[in-house]
Nanobody, 121 residues
């Protein structure tokens, strides 16, 4: 059984940092990423990494968020710095991209249960 389990969410103040982790089990993923969904909004692409070497980010997090991957642990991380209230959302880990449209949620086969990140102003 394939599972993605996120951890590390919480309540922080604007300007603080958080590090999300996502441990995969049941199979190995070379490509993993993060999406987020704020209340009343559609699910949004955040970041993706290909084997921990190549990365891509949505514009609103560039320069603040860093995605990384420990291939030995089959775990992906999202280091979030200088957090803003608009980063408040449930963050989902994803694995197994099919196709090239990594920013589209329907292109990812496996999803974690999500972890809540709340940034107060």
């Amino acid at each position: 059984q394939v599972q993605l389990v996120e951890s590390g969410g919480g309540l922080v103040q604007a300007g603080d940092s958080l590090r999300l982790s996502c441990a995969a089990s049941g199979r190995t993923f070379s490509t993993m990423g993060w999406f987020r969904q704020a209340p009343g909004k559609e699910r949004e692409f955040v970041a993706v990494t290909w084997s921990g070497r190549t990365t891509s980010y949505t514009d609103s997090v560039k320069g603040r968020f860093t995605i990384s991957k420990d291939n030995a642990k089959n775990t992906v991380y999202l280091q979030m710095n200088r957090l803003k209230p608009e980063d408040t959302a449930v963050y989902y880990c994803v694995g197994d991209l099919f196709g090239d449209s990594w920013s589209r949620s329907e292109r990812w086969r496996y999803w974690g249960q999500g972890t809540q990140v709340t940034v107060s102003s």
